[in-house]
């Protein structure tokens, strides 16, 4: 009898805690608490500036008619992010009385987090791998706050794109998820760490022809977004709004602190970076997103516009993991940047076998590093560590263990 009354509390349990049937009541208490936080982050903590008068000075330029990049400045130096982002910080720039009301920016910020917060949990919410209680991990990092509602960077707004993006590719909207990507892009670069992954999903699920009518919509939109700096100053909008060498300075580096200044700024060391991401890029599209390891028959069946229903967890994770390698191996991260991955974290660890314990302890080591103002080499070493055991533990897990263990009903997410 007490064991019969056992297994009936763990099928509860199970129901609300795992299983996706509460999922939304969960994922609404989540919200709720969000709002909850975010609005007394705002109220109780000073407000840091950083970039905010910059991305205002910058946008200001645009508005009085400068089209050349070269000429619109801020406090921090030229601009340097694509179009998309000097039409949304000037639509910030009108709304926040050209940038002088603060409060209402953050206020601003405080929606975009939400509004993020709301598309990450409709991802989760389609994978068939991921707990339900694991949702709860979102709400625990200071850092991200901090980016979101006392920096106004304009990272996070990218990253709302991209998650965009990828709910659309969940729902196969290509077309959409072309046009999200693009956006995203268009204003910051770095959610191209993505595109590696949409580049696989996309030639499995559509064949390489409408792969390549999303890649020239992609173009398009990048083209018909610069046009009013294309035509008046094309070389210097190329040149500054998609710089991808641009030279990173040591002070603000959250991940390398580790090695001097001397070896962070020398191209060997950036190439070697570049030579380690691509390795992994290879090695995760051979092991982890080819079917019985095998790239080449991906390649031939999308030239052949053969087409593969994909699962959920396979497009996430996709998406998810690509991001992660080229944060491994970036050649500098600093704070904000921290908003291209942490509501990644949670569904990545999941997609290990590393035990629940040390899955929190991980992503607690993770946000203890980004917390650490200045970086030192202990912390840039502890976040390269996590980094690696992270990235290894996602290489070697094995699907196919999952679903013994899912079948032998120590897991069971419906």
């Not at 009898?1 to 999922?23: C, G, R």
Request: glycine share 4%; aromatic share 16%.
């Amino acid at each position: 009898m007490q064991l019969l009354e056992n297994n009936e509390l763990k099928t509860k349990l199970h129901t609300l805690l795992v299983s996706k049937k509460y999922y939304w009541y969960h994922a609404t208490l989540l919200i709720l608490a969000e709002l909850f936080l975010n609005f007394v982050i705002i109220k109780k903590i000073k407000y840091t500036e950083i970039d905010w008068i910059a991305y205002m000075q910058e946008v200001s330029g645009f508005l009085k008619g400068e089209y050349d990049y070269l000429n619109l400045k801020g406090d921090t130096g030229p601009l340097v992010y694509p179009a998309g982002f000097v039409y949304i910080f000037s639509l910030l720039y009108k709304i926040t009385n050209n940038g002088e009301n603060i409060r209402l920016a953050q206020y601003i910020f405080m929606g975009l987090y939400i509004a993020t917060l709301v598309v990450i949990l409709n991802i989760y919410k389609k994978s068939k791998t991921f707990p339900t209680y694991g949702i709860y991990l979102l709400l625990l990092s200071k850092r991200l706050h901090s980016i979101y509602v006392l920096r106004c960077f304009n990272d996070p707004v990218a990253i709302f794109f991209i998650f965009c993006a990828l709910l659309a590719s969940l729902n196969h909207y290509w077309i959409s998820t072309a046009i999200l990507f693009s956006i995203s892009v268009s204003i910051k670069m770095n959610t191209l760490l993505y595109g590696p992954g949409l580049a696989i999903v996309m030639l499995r699920s559509i064949g390489i022809y409408d792969s390549i009518i999303n890649a020239i919509i992609f173009v398009l939109i990048q083209i018909i977004l610069g046009i009013p700096f294309l035509y008046h100053a094309p070389k210097s909008y190329i040149s500054k709004a998609f710089e991808f060498s641009r030279v990173f300075f040591y002070k603000w580096t959250v991940n390398w602190k580790i090695i001097d200044e001397k070896v962070f700024l020398n191209p060997t060391f950036h190439n070697t970076l570049l030579i380690l991401h691509i390795v992994f890029l290879l090695l995760f599209a051979i092991y982890k997103w080819s079917p019985k390891h095998n790239l080449k028959d991906v390649i031939v069946n999308g030239f052949k516009n053969k087409r593969s229903v994909l699962s959920s967890d396979y497009i996430i994770s996709a998406f998810f993991i690509s991001n992660f390698i080229g944060i491994v191996f970036s050649r500098s991260l600093h704070y904000q940047f921290y908003s291209w991955y942490y509501m990644t974290i949670p569904y990545l660890l999941w997609r290990t076998n590393i035990l629940l314990p040390l899955k929190v302890v991980l992503l607690f080591c993770i946000e203890i590093c980004w917390n650490i103002y200045p970086s030192t080499p202990k912390s840039s070493g502890l976040l390269l560590i996590s980094h690696l055991i992270l990235l290894i533990a996602l290489l070697i897990f094995k699907e196919n263990e999952y679903e013994n263990r899912k079948q032998r009903k120590r897991i069971k997410i419906n």
